[in-house]
């Protein structure tokens, strides 16, 4: 498949006491007519990458190709091709809804008619209400209808979603799916995992500025070597587990245990295996539960495996 995004190698440093490398050595090929998630923890990197890659930033070192064209020799070109949606828009308060998209609408030499792209992200009833009275989703679904009236071939959306409430978000992924119907590509950050693994054909999870990995949801999550996790608590542990994960490693059916804050984890082939062993082994160790749930492996299991700690836990300073 030709490519949509190609970038080998990339660095960003941003120059301090001490310097901080935000970026260090990332590798991306992302094919035409897929969407593809860049995910990770805040701080990872991804809104660096993506910036580097709308033209917003330059990189300290690496090769970039959008498109088959080059920022610095095609800039024009480029930004004819391409749609952003940034981490936070600011719109003038007092346009309207039409008036800030027919402004959007200048920008391109081609693009579709605002009415249309309205229409696409169920606004057209907002047309002449101003931004400043726009709910959070209505602002965020302008923020994407500017970011499509140029008709690109390349959608960015960096964490598009970010503070959303559950039905603005289920408005946007559909949006987004519309999209991509229609053969188009997009590059899509977020650190829901939900999400990725709903909308994404392929996805790169980032940490500390490298992709530590890629490859389908399904793919990833099949590494963790089974598709369902049991979490537990023991009675009495507080935030103190008292028995080594390795010990619950063992039983049928489990391929790999962990030890969270407050729970254990267990990846598991076979839940059905797998509950009566555990059970049996807490009863022989004379332990009680405190909870215990059962749950279809995701993203964010694959991330705590390959990093060692959640997405919301922020990294320490350097």
């Known amino acids: 498949m030709p490519l949509a995004i190609r970038c080998a190698n990339l660095f960003k440093r941003y120059e301090g006491r001490p310097p901080v490398d935000a970026v260090r050595g990332l590798d991306l090929a992302v094919e035409e007519g897929e969407c593809f998630g860049l995910l990770g923890p805040n701080g990872a990197g991804k809104t660096t990458t993506i910036e580097i890659l709308e033209g917003l930033l330059t990189a300290t070192s690496g090769d970039v190709e959008v498109l088959g064209m080059r920022w610095g020799r095609d800039d024009q070109r480029i930004k004819q091709r391409i749609g ?113 693994e709903r909308l994404c054909d392929r996805v790169a999870i980032v940490d500390a500025g490298k992709v530590i990995a890629l490859g389908t949801p399904r793919e990833l999550i099949a590494t963790l070597g089974g598709e369902h996790v049991i979490d537990f608590a023991l009675a009495g542990d507080g935030r103190a587990p008292s028995v080594a994960p390795s010990q619950f490693a063992a039983l049928p059916a489990v391929q790999s245990a962990r030890c969270e804050a407050d729970h254990y984890s267990l990846s598991v082939a076979e839940p059905h295996v797998a509950l009566p062993a555990l059970l049996a082994e807490l009863s022989a160790r004379g332990l009680e539960l405190a909870n215990l749930t059962t749950r279809h492996a995701s993203l964010e299991d694959v991330f705590v495996q390959l990093a060692g700690r959640h997405l919301n836990e922020e990294d320490a300073p350097p």
């Open 84 to 196: 952003i949606s940034l981490q936070e828009t600011k719109l003038a308060d007092k346009l309207s809804v039409g008036e800030t998209l027919e402004l959007f609408r200048s920008f391109y030499n081609q693009g579709l008619e605002p009415e249309e792209v309205l229409r696409f992200v169920s606004l057209q009833d907002k047309s002449g209400t101003w931004v400043v009275k726009l709910s959070g989703g209505q602002r965020q679904r302008l923020a994407v209808a500017c970011a499509l009236v140029g008709d690109p071939q390349l959608l960015f959306l960096d964490e598009p979603t970010t503070g959303l409430d559950p039905q603005s978000r289920r408005e946007l992924w559909e949006i987004i799916r519309d999209f991509r119907r229609r053969g188009r590509t997009v590059l899509l950050t977020t650190h829901y995992m939900d999400e990725a």
